[in-house]
């Protein structure tokens, strides 16, 4: 069974750090894009990044260029987001998503895991 | 970036009612559409990529068709499960964006 299992959320402060983590099991960690989708509370689904199967590519939404960073460890079979100069708008359920193979459509998800951003 | 309109954004209807969901894109995205299925509290669930290929295990009452711009998911008969949000994503060019969502609630 894939299964999809996010942590490191919590409360941080504006202009705080804050690592998330996602552990794939039950299906070939190292040949699958994934990405990070965000939900803002009571909100829609934005996605936030994505990198590919050897981590040589990866993607980002404009909003967190150069204060996110995306990575993996397929040794671990890991996902990772580094999130740096956090901001309110940030506050949202992080998903981590597997994107099947041949498209971005995302076949799998975790549970989430939130991020909240406040003084 | 490519822009997703859905229409309507929120739809009340009857269980064995038939309901069409509308995806307008702000430009061609080469039938490279998926829909999804959120419902409270839980991670959004793939229905349909491509445009009109069902994600396995998915119920065939829903399809989907369209194609170049204008998409539609379609439910053929309401079921009480089906209740929920729904989504549409293009999946044709970075940055990977998601409609507005549609809220489905029961008449």
Request: charged share 20%; net charge neutral.
């Amino acid at each position: 069974e894939v299964q999809l299992v996010e942590s490191g959320g919590g409360l941080v402060r504006p202009g705080g750090s804050l690592r998330l983590s996602c552990e794939g099991s039950g299906f070939p960690f190292n040949t699958y894009w994934l990405s990070w989708v965000r939900q803002a509370p009571g909100r829609g689904l934005e996605w936030v990044a994505n990198i590919k199967e050897d981590g040589g590519e990866r993607y980002y939404v404009d909003s967190v260029r150069g204060r996110f960073t995306i990575s993996r460890d397929n040794a671990k079979n890991s996902l990772f987001l580094q999130m740096n100069g956090l901001r309110a708008e940030d506050t949202a359920i992080y998903y981590c998503a597997r994107e099947e193979v041949g498209s971005t459509a995302f076949g799998y998800w975790g549970q989430g895991t939130l991020v909240t951003v406040s003084s | 970036d490519i822009q997703l309109t859905q229409s309507p954004s929120f739809l009340s209807a009857s269980v064995g009612d038939r309901v069409t969901v509308t995806c307008r894109a702000s430009q061609g995205i080469n039938n490279f559409l998926a829909w999804y299925q959120q419902k409270p509290g839980k991670a959004p669930k793939l229905l349909i990529y491509a445009a009109f290929t069902l994600q396995s295990g998915v119920p065939s009452r829903f399809s989907g068709s369209g194609s170049g711009t204008e998409f539609a998911l379609t439910i053929s008969s309401l079921q009480p499960e089906d209740f929920a949000t729904y989504y549409c994503q293009q999946h044709s060019s970075d940055p990977i964006t998601f409609g507005q969502g549609t809220r489905l609630e029961i008449k």
